[in-house]
T-cell receptor
Framework: DADVTQTPRNRITKTGKRIMLECSQTKGHDRMYWYRQDPGLGLQLIYY???????NKGEISDGYSVSRQAQAKFSLSLESAIPNQTALYFCATSHGGRAYNEQFFGPGTRLTVL | DQQVKQNSPSLSVQEGRISILNCDYTNSMFDYFLWYKKYPAEGPTFLIS?????DKNEDGRFTVFLNKSAKHLSLHIVPSQPGDSAVYFCAAIGYGGSQGNLIFGKGTKLSVKP
């Protein structure tokens, strides 16, 4: 079984719709992240959470919100989807602390906003 | 302003030869560097890392070299295999202001031809 799972894997929606992407992990990590990947732009950080009570904005948080429901669950919402939010979205986790910088990624969600 | 730069979007290498992927960074506060590998339809997976107190780290066919004075690192794959064909992301981390989050380059697509 995968350590970091994302649902759905693919989603097509229309402009103005509210969308939620979900992420679950079984690694027991404290830290969770949401990234967006656009072609030729690498990975950009949307939001990150160092524990259940700690939520922080990343580089490109406008138009997005998150919820950390439990240590193992971190969801990303698009309140009113727009076409330029069409992208590949990745959730990642990492152990807290300076010695543990490696992040483990989920398989991604491909979102298309028409 | 890009803090981590991978200036070659793509690289093509013959099977059995050496692949060299390059990465430059601008933030002198970065003190830990990672390489991730990404296949289509999968999330990035951790490949190898290096601390700024070292100038070389080797793991099987993969070696990462760090030149701090030039703010440059490179990933060497020897010998290259067709299964190495993927997108490679360079990432950096440091406590320069982003609370230790990873900063990714845009990636280099490696194609290893049989």
């Amino acid at each position: 079984d995968a350590d970091v799972t994302q649902t759905p894997r693919n989603r097509i929606t229309k402009t103005g719709k509210r969308i939620m992407l979900e992420c679950s992990q079984t690694k027991g990590h404290d830290r969770m992240y949401w990234y967006r990947q656009d072609p030729g732009l690498g990975l950009q950080l949307i939001y990150y959470s160092f524990d259940v009570k700690d939520i922080n904005k990343g580089e490109i948080s406008d138009g997005y919100s998150v919820s950390r429901q439990a240590q193992a669950k971190f969801s990303l919402s698009l309140e009113s989807a727009i076409p330029n939010q069409t992208a590949l979205y990745f959730c990642a986790t990492s152990h807290g602390g300076r010695a543990y910088n490696e992040q483990f990624f989920g398989p991604g969600t491909r979102l298309t906003v028409l | 302003d890009q803090q981590v730069k991978q200036n070659s979007p793509s690289l093509s290498v013959q099977e059995g030869r050496i692949s060299i992927l390059n990465c430059d960074y601008t933030n002198s506060m970065f003190d830990y560097f990672l390489w991730y590998k990404k296949y289509p339809a999968e999330g990035p997976t951790f490949l190898i890392s290096i601390s700024s107190i070292k100038d070389k780290n080797e793991d099987g066919r993969f070696t990462v070299f760090l030149n701090k004075s030039a703010k440059h690192l490179s990933l060497h794959i020897v010998p290259s295999q067709p299964g190495d064909s993927a997108v490679y992301f360079c990432a950096a981390i440091g406590y320069g202001g982003s609370q230790g989050n990873l900063i990714f380059g845009k990636g280099t697509k490696l194609s290893v031809k049989p």
